[in-house]
C-alpha cells in the first residue's frame, strides 16, 4: 500500500533530522570550512545526492544549526524566568539543567557550534547576520533582567549584570570545551558556578 501524504512529510521531516544530526557530527569534529556535504552524507549513511535533495549547501545547514542553538539558549532563559522562586534559585534550576545537557546528549556539541559561529571568520554569511541582528538573543543579554532581578533583593552580588552574565557564560562554555576534549570530565555541581553570584 502506497504512504499516505502524512506518512511521506513525516518521513521527510525524519530524514532532514537525521541530516541535520549527522551534520552537527561531523561539523563539532572537522568545523564548517572543513567540512563536504559528502561528509555529512556519510556520516548520515545517504547518498550525497539525497542530503542535496534536503539541502541546498552545507551553509545553509550550518546556519539551521546555529539557529537551533540560539533558539535553544533563549528556551532555558525563558523557562528558567518562569519557574517559582527567587532570581538566585530560577538560576541555580538553569545552570542544573544546562549542566545535565552538556554532560548527556548532543546539546554539547551545539554550544561548540555557537561558539565556532560566534569565532570563526568562514561562517556563511546569513550566519553573520543573524548573530548581529534584532531575531538573535544573546544568552548573556537574556540573563542579565534575572541578574538585575536578584541584586534588587540583595540575593546577588552588586556587581555589573553585564560582567556577571559574561563570567557565567565563560564558565559553562569552558566545560563545554573541556568535555568535548575530555568526554570522562566531571560535571560540576551547580552550586560552583552559583558562586558567581554571590
Known amino acids: 500500500m502506497p ?19 549527522a551534520a552537527l557530527n561531523v561539523f563539532s569534529r572537522r568545523g564548517m570550512v572543513a567540512t ?12 550525497h545526492g539525497l542530503v542535496y535533495h534536503y ?19 533563549g528556551q532555558i532563559i525563558e523557562k528558567a524566568h518562569l ?14 539543567q544546562i549542566l545535565y545537557s552538556l554532560s548527556e ?6 554550544f561548540l557550534i555557537m561558539i565556532q559561529a560566534s569565532t570563526s571568520d568562514a561562517v556563511p554569511e546569513e550566519v553573520k547576520r543573524f548573530l548581529s541582528s534584532e531575531e538573535f538573543k544573546s544568552p548573556v543579554h537574556g540573563l542579565i ?8 533583593c540583595n540575593e546577588i552580588v552588586q556587581e555589573d549584570p553585564l560582567k556577571l ?7 559553562i562554555q569552558g566545560f ?9 570530565c566531571p560535571v560540576p555541581e551547580a552550586e560552583i558556578i552559583m558562586k558567581i553570584f554571590k
Do not use: C, H
Not at 527567587?86 to 542544573?96: F, G, V
Not at 552574565?165 to 564558565?171: E, K, N, P, Q, R
Open 3 to 21: 504512504r499516505t501524504e502524512a506518512q511521506n512529510i513525516k518521513l521527510r521531516e525524519l530524514r532532514r533530522e537525521e541530516i541535520l544530526q
Open 36 to 47: 563536504k556535504i559528502s561528509d555529512i552524507a556519510k556520516e548520515a549513511n545517504l547518498s
Open 55 to 73: 539541502f541546498q549547501s552545507k551553509e545553509e545547514i550550518f546556519t539551521l544549526l546555529v539557529k537551533r542553538a540560539a533558539e535553544s539558549s
Open 83 to 96: 519557574q517559582e522562586g527567587t532570581a538566585l534559585e530560577k538560576l541555580k534550576w538553569m545552570t542544573e
Open 105 to 110: 546528549g548532543q546539546q554539547i556539541l551545539l
Open 145 to 152: 533582567p534575572l541578574i538585575s532581578e536578584g541584586q534588587q
Open 165 to 171: 552574565a559574561i563570567s557565567y557564560y565563560s564558565f
Open 176 to 184: 563545554a570545551i573541556n568535555k568535548l576534549q575530555w568526554t570522562q
